[in-house]
């Protein structure tokens, strides 16, 4: 069956390092995958998409790779932010024109000031 | 602003007692989504909307399930409702001509 591994531990860094997350699947071949946050008790907020002929992928602080040989994404954030706390879920495209997506379960980032 | 819209943000029924959630856009989407989220857990999609056209995840249990009336609304009934069914509740929306998914703030129910 398809898979999705996120880091199930929190991830703890100081203020102005770079958090890197990562996002890990099995037994699928997505034609995209995409990264949402969520804050406690609220929707996910999409961020950034890469697709399958895509390595890399930046929006201001922000930058994704997608390595389909080893079906890894890593997400990463540089110069962060305490605002920047939040849970990060990664999502695959599970094919059709109706946009499913598979989540994954979702990395607890927490930025020390 | 365009937008998803959840109605209540928090529900709490009694055990077996039917629920209703509702769900309003304003972004035109032709797809819609019910995602149901536990603690610390992915969401999980039970059904979707593509148009008029339902479509329901091949886990989703019989007790859930949904309405939409129009383009803009969507309703998640929960005819009787377990302790196990306590948990958030996500709405989202896509265009079919697009990727993205726009979420709702969410309804989280609790069960007595």
């Known amino acids: 069956s398809q898979k999705i591994e996120q880091n199930s531990e929190a991830l703890n860094i100081q203020e102005g390092k770079t958090a890197t997350l990562t996002c890990n699947y099995t037994?699928?071949?997505?034609?995209?995958l995409q990264w949402y946050r969520q804050d406690p008790g609220r929707g996910p907020v999409f961020l950034l998409l890469?697709?399958?002929?895509?390595k890399e992928k930046r929006k201001e602080r922000l930058k994704v790779t997608f390595d389909t040989t080893l079906k890894q994404s890593l997400f990463h954030i540089t110069a962060s932010q305490p605002a920047d706390s939040a849970t990060y879920l990664c999502?695959?495209?599970?094919?059709?024109?109706?946009?499913?997506?598979?989540f994954g379960t979702g990395t607890l980032l927490a930025v020390q000031p | 602003d365009a937008m998803v819209i959840q109605n209540p943000r928090y529900q709490v029924t009694q055990f077996g007692k039917p629920v209703t959630l509702s769900c309003s856009q304003t972004?035109?989407?032709?797809?819609m989504y019910w995602y149901q989220q536990k603690s610390s857990q992915a969401p999980k999609l039970l059904f979707h909307?593509?148009?008029?056209?339902?479509?329901n995840e091949a886990d989703t249990p019989d007790n859930f399930q949904s309405r939409r009336p129009n383009t803009s609304f969507c309703f998640l009934d929960i005819r009787s409702p377990g302790l196990g069914d306590a948990a958030m509740y996500l709405c989202?929306?896509?265009?079919?001509?697009?990727?993205?998914?726009?979420f709702g703030a969410g309804t989280r129910l609790s069960v007595l």
């Open positions: 989202a929306t896509s265009s079919s001509q697009g990727n993205i998914q726009y």
């Open positions: 037994n699928y071949s997505p034609a995209y």
């Open positions: 890469i697709r399958e002929n895509e």
């Open positions: 999502a695959l495209e599970v094919g059709g024109a109706t946009n499913k997506l598979i």
């Open positions: 972004l035109n989407h032709n797809v």
């Open positions: 909307y593509y148009d008029k056209d339902f479509n």
